[in-house]
């Protein structure tokens, strides 16, 4: 190869408008270098001017790109300048689009894949499930979600796999607080072990956290939160020291947690960690730090760091193994049959970078659903912007034009377009940010309507900015590239001799392909929120099997205002017997679980005359509850009779089964006066059958009524330590309400009313979720018809216009008004017609991925799809209205004219 | 109307000596790498991306222009670019070499260098 044809190759290193303007010059510069070292036989300077020309290509080649590059940038923002309107309203738009997927990006990074603000997360184990949470009494069969007290001292003592181990209550609970020398307020906190913040590997911005050996001994510390100590005491460094009383606890402040750490739960920021030790003083009346009988009290998540070289399997089978022998140890009494049920049990350890969560699982789905739908309106949002710019783009075909017949390249002239397109992006995209900061905000609003415990701040890591810049560059190429495509395509010559201003036929013809891509894309957007928003108002008016109005629910806790169990039930008994006698209470009763309360209780069951045949007929759900329970509810008795104040301890054992029960292990027979046995451990229950009631929702709005059986709280299967009353009240419910509280409170003004709301108000919080997913989607809906809108009376009025001519000519002929609306309806209807019908396919296909949320109806359901394509044609048809109008109403004369 | 010479400054060294090789009479770019190498006893070697990069430079800044016409009757190669030291330039340069004086006299005078 010759050299001069080398340095030619090297020279398509140099932008094209350099090159062209000097790479012939250049070549013979070099060339000229190269024969006079050449001639001057010098070897050495022969290498220098090579070495020179390579020089060139790294340090003189980027510096004229970055030129190109800064040039067009002035002119890009010249350009925007010069048309503030449709600068603004493309960077509006973007903003919102980018917006919108940073917020829905960043909330759905930072719920389930953001890592835990640790010491290298990514070395944490868990022994429990990331997603389980509460407190579950009893026992529990296979993968165990959440482990006792006496389990974890068994692992921690015995584990040798773990370098460190620590336990953290499950849940994250509201307290009743009083901070030294003020009133009682609420703070959010969490029991953990000593070793917590030891095992994460935090360390504290101010004083200490807790001794390590701090496990074996109860100890009156407490550790605070940096947004706490910011918020309750100014940052001040004299809150070490400083006391706060927690029911019958009073701990001392020793340390402030970094900013940032909010501990082992993504999505919750406590405002202090107590001492797991306290747990008798904090939570009084309940012993979990033992345990006793069969009942096991599973409250814990379980954390640990893999000793160095070990290897998760390796941890997850020596952790196993002594769970197991703890479990043989502690089931050593029970029978042999009993004691291979309860053996049934594993531990399962499982990386736990993320840390556990309590929306993850929740929110998983649906916030993938709601990022996809967010995408689309960027996308229909883009296919907008490009048709504006295509419009723009015929406005400055002349500009364009002359270039071209300059010299310009069409590379050059779509590089110096797209430069614009991202020059306004990126305008866009920071904007998008500000958005992005103020939608999440709003977000994370709507999701503390269902779980007022999250929460989760705006953070613009790498992964949020990188998605951002990355959404933004897509949306510059994407709406960029066609219109710079198309608008260079054009003839200089044509251009230039083109007096009007109008759009050629190859620029329209685009523009109404984007039209029905957005048009499609906006069907399977207002499907969705046609889908959400009928399953809102299905939960909203699902059959309960009761009256949800007026159903008044209070939680009363006798166990921790010092009852023994005795004189619980009498207790209950006697607040019945007040409430029902407050104005504006029709009925009123009590249950052990209460209604959609979050609590359960279920156990193995032998049915009389039942031959079970597989795993999943062994046991059924139960609830206590008092005399008159059905009827206050309002459930209804299809068989036999209610519990009755008759139904003493003394009395022989019944209960009421309700029709799933019946059908399941009754079927076809009368189960009146048959015996149910529980069975748990080695204690047997029998219970007779007196009464079937209706079924119920009592717990889930989804999904099929379980079978569940009630039986007396006078004939208990298990202890209770509190119960929930239903009260029915007529008229005004408020003043029931206080009145209600205040009979609990002149009972004994010791006893906790943990909660006391209407179901409504409950199952309103039971369907946030299904709120927030049904008005984002609709808000996503009302902006593509918005976008597609714009859009569809953009490239009408632009056809028009080119079209003026011959719609004056038609007037002139004799046309009338109406004739011209029709011929340009009559075109618009194709468009329409072929967007309808690529959105009804994938407003089909993209159903199938939200049927999980979906109640009542199925996923191609004909009145959400008919519904939708019916307004979609409605804003369509006003959309290309307004311009057919218009054009009807052209003067012929001045029409004619104009061409 | 021109801007102030004196915001141009310091020069880069190659632009420097192209203004220098343009100053007695007008070159095409390889006659300007020749006498920057000629005067500098071959201790500044121009490349040619570096000579053309700064060419465009001056174009644009107004320091040097392109002669439309090759003035050299002789020469037979049409296919040069031949450019001149604008007015502008030269004050530019002017400047440049003003201010390099200065820095000379001020190191002469602390006896950082020796005196002429």
């Known amino acids: 190869m010759q050299p001069t044809a080398i340095y030619r190759a090297l020279l398509w290193c140099y932008p094209a408008e350099f090159r062209e303007e000097y790479g012939r010059e250049m070549a013979i510069a070099f060339a000229e270098q190269l024969t006079e070292a050449r001639q001057a036989r010098n070897r050495s300077r022969e290498a220098f001017v090579w070495l020179h020309a390579a020089a060139d290509i790294v340090t003189v080649a980027p510096k004229e790109h970055c030129h190109v590059i800064l040039h067009d940038i002035r002119y890009a923002l010249r350009a925007m300048a010069s048309q503030p309107a449709f600068t603004a309203v493309a960077i509006l738009s973007l903003a919102l689009g980018i917006g919108a997927n940073t917020a829905l990006f960043s909330l759905w990074n930072g719920v389930l894949r953001v890592w835990l603000p640790v010491r290298a997360p990514e070395q944490l184990v868990m022994l429990t499930d990331p997603d389980a949470s509460g407190v579950s009494i009893g026992s529990q069969n296979g993968q165990r979600s959440l482990l006792t007290y006496a389990e974890f001292e068994q692992l921690r003592d015995h584990a040798p796999a773990f370098s460190g181990l620590m336990a953290s209550q499950s849940s994250l609970d509201r307290w009743q607080v009083r901070v030294q020398g003020s009133e009682s307020e609420q703070a959010h906190g969490r029991l953990v072990t000593a070793r917590y913040f030891d095992v994460l590997g935090v360390t504290p911005v101010l004083g200490r956290t807790f001794d390590a050996s701090g496990d074996h001994t109860e100890s009156g510390h407490i550790v605070i939160s940096y947004p706490y100590w910011q918020r309750r005491f100014g940052g001040r460094a004299d809150v070490l020291g400083k006391t706060i009383t927690i029911r019958k606890a009073t701990l001392s402040i020793i340390g402030v947690t970094p900013p940032g750490f909010y501990g082992e739960t993504s999505g919750q920021q406590p405002d202090f960690w107590a001492p797991l030790r306290m747990q008798p003083h904090l939570i009084p009346g309940r012993d979990w730090l033992h345990d006793t009988g069969h009942d096991k009290v599973m409250w814990l998540h379980v954390f640990g760091r893999l000793r160095p070289g070990v290897q998760l399997a390796q941890a997850q089978s020596m952790a196993h193994s002594v769970f197991k022998s703890g479990l043989e140890t502690y089931y050593g009494t029970v029978s042999d049959q009993r004691r291979r049920e309860f053996l049934n049990q594993s531990l399962l350890v499982r990386p736990a970078a993320g840390g556990a969560s309590q929306v993850r699982r929740s929110f998983s789905n649906p916030l993938q659903m709601l990022l996809g739908a967010?995408?689309?309106?960027?996308?229909?949002?883009?296919?907008?912007?490009?048709?504006?710019?295509?419009?723009?783009?015929t406005a400055r075909r002349r500009e364009i034009a002359l270039r071209l017949s300059l010299g310009a390249t069409r590379s050059r002239l779509v590089r110096q377009l797209l430069t614009e397109s991202l020059v306004l992006a990126a305008a866009g995209g920071v904007a998008g940010l500000a958005a992005a900061y103020a939608f999440q905000r709003g977000l994370v609003w709507m999701i503390r309507q269902s779980d007022s415990n999250f929460q989760m701040r705006f953070q613009l890591d790498f992964a949020v900015l990188a998605f951002s810049v990355l959404a933004t560059v897509t949306a510059a190429i994407l709406f960029g590239l066609l219109p710079a495509w198309a608008v260079t395509k054009a003839d200089a010559g044509e251009s230039l001799k083109e007096r009007s201003q109008s759009a050629p036929a190859g620029q329209l013809r685009w523009g109404r392909l984007l039209v029905v891509v957005?048009?499609?894309?906006?069907?399977?957007?207002?499907?969705?929120?046609?889908?959400?928003?009928?399953?809102?108002?299905?939960?909203?008016?699902?059959?309960?099997?009761?009256?949800?109005?007026?159903?008044?629910?209070?939680?009363?806790?006798?166990?921790?205002?010092?009852?023994?169990m005795p004189r619980r039930e009498p207790l209950f008994r006697e607040l019945q017997e007040k409430m029902r006698r407050i104005h504006g209470v029709l009925a009123s009763s009590y249950s052990e679980n209460g209604l959609f309360s979050g609590r359960d209780s279920g156990d193995e069951i032998e049915v009389e005359g039942y031959t079970r045949t597989g795993k999943n007929d062994q046991g059924s759900r139960w609830d206590q509850v008092g005399p008159g329970y059905f009827s206050t509810v309002g459930v209804p008795i299809l068989h036999g009779r209610e519990i009755v104040e008759s139904d003493s301890a003394g009395a022989p054992y019944v209960c009421v089964i309700n029709e799933a029960f019946a059908k399941r292990f009754f079927a076809g027979r009368n189960p009146i006066g048959k015996r149910i046995t529980t069975v748990y451990g080695d204690k047997r229950t029998t219970h007779y059958v007196a009464g079937v009631a209706a079924n119920a929702r009592t717990h889930q709005l989804r999904g099929e009524v379980p079978p569940r059986y009630f039986v007396p709280l006078t004939q208990p299967l298990a202890e209770f330590d509190g119960v929930v009353f239903s009260i029915r009240a007529a008229g005004d419910v408020a003043p029931v309400l206080s009145a209600v509280q205040k009979a609990v409170r002149l009972q004994d003004a010791a006893l906790p009313v943990l909660s006391a709301q209407l179901l409504e108000e409950r199952l309103a919080t039971r369907m946030a979720q299904d709120r927030i997913m049904a008005t984002l989607a609709l808000a996503f809906g009302i902006v593509a018809l918005v976008l597609v809108a714009i859009g569809l009376y953009g490239v009408l009025a632009y056809s028009i216009a080119r079209r003026q001519s011959e719609i004056g000519i038609r007037i002139a002929l004799g046309a009338y008004p109406g004739r011209v609306v029709r011929m340009i309806l009559a075109e618009t209807s194709t468009l329409i017609l072929g967007g309808l019908m690529i959105g009804g396919f994938l407003a089909i296909a993209a159903s199938r991925l939200i049927t999980s949320q979906l109640y009542g109806l199925a996923p191609h359901d004909p009145l959400s799809l008919s519904a939708a394509l019916a307004i979609v044609v409605t804003v369509a048809v006003a959309a290309s209205y307004l311009p057919a109008r218009r054009a009807s109403r052209l003067d012929p004369m001045s029409a004619l004219r104009q061409d | 109307m021109n801007p102030d010479p004196e915001s141009f400054l310091p020069l880069q060294p190659a632009v420097f000596h192209i203004l220098i090789a343009l100053a007695d009479r007008d070159r095409h770019g390889y006659s300007i790498m020749q006498d920057v190498a000629a005067r500098t006893d071959g201790k500044v070697q121009l490349s040619p991306g570096t000579l053309y990069s700064s060419i465009r430079r001056m174009l644009e800044q107004g320091l040097i222009q392109e002669l439309s016409v090759s003035p050299d009757p002789t020469s037979t190669d049409e296919r040069r670019r031949y450019y001149r030291l604008t007015k502008f330039g030269r004050r530019v340069a002017a400047a440049e070499a003003e201010r390099l004086n200065s820095l000379l006299s001020q190191a002469r005078a602390t006896g950082l260098v020796a005196g002429m």
Do not use: F, M
């Open chain 1, 518 to 564: 957005q048009l499609a894309l906006s069907v399977p957007l207002l499907v969705g929120a046609g889908l959400l928003l009928r399953t809102l108002y299905n939960l909203r008016n699902a059959d309960l099997g009761y009256a949800r109005e007026q159903l008044i629910v209070v939680r009363v806790d006798a166990q921790s205002a010092g009852y023994d």
């Open chain 1, 374 to 393: 967010v995408g689309v309106v960027l996308l229909i949002a883009c296919a907008n912007l490009a048709n504006l710019l295509l419009a723009r783009g």
